[in-house]
């Protein structure tokens, strides 16, 4: 948000012209940095997904292995996220670990062992 703008919305706000929402509003430096439509945005660095992006896929990821999904297909679905991870923002999102490094992450928060990393 520009400067000057802050106190223009909380005005319009109290003039009854549109109510901020009490948990999804943001007035204020973005110096350490944002969440905005599943990726945390941070001034200087690469587009990471945010903790509430994270959090779903391993929820998702959950609900799938309990319904009997396989370990394969367990696998594509993450393969699949981190598609949408890049969605065309290559340059923009960071690559470091690749679709490894959430596969480990969803295996490890499923407590699923003997499961190969590589697959």
């Not at 439509?37 to 609900?63: M, V």
């Not at 290559?90 to 928060?109: A, S």
């Amino acid at each position: 948000m520009y400067h000057g703008q802050r106190g223009k919305q909380k005005r319009k706000a109290r003039k009854g012209g549109g109510t901020l929402h009490p948990v999804k509003r943001f007035i204020g430096r973005t110096e350490k940095g944002f969440d905005f439509l599943g990726y945390q945005i941070h001034p200087d660095r690469k587009l990471c997904p945010s903790a509430t992006s994270l959090h779903r896929l391993t929820e998702r990821a959950r609900r799938l292995y309990e319904q009997g999904a396989s370990i394969k297909r367990l696998r594509q679905y993450v393969t699949r996220w981190h598609r949408w991870l890049l969605g065309g923002l290559d340059e923009l999102v960071t690559t470091k670990g690749g679709v490894t490094r959430y596969w480990v992450y969803v295996l490890k928060h499923l407590h699923i062992s003997g499961a190969t990393v590589r697959t």
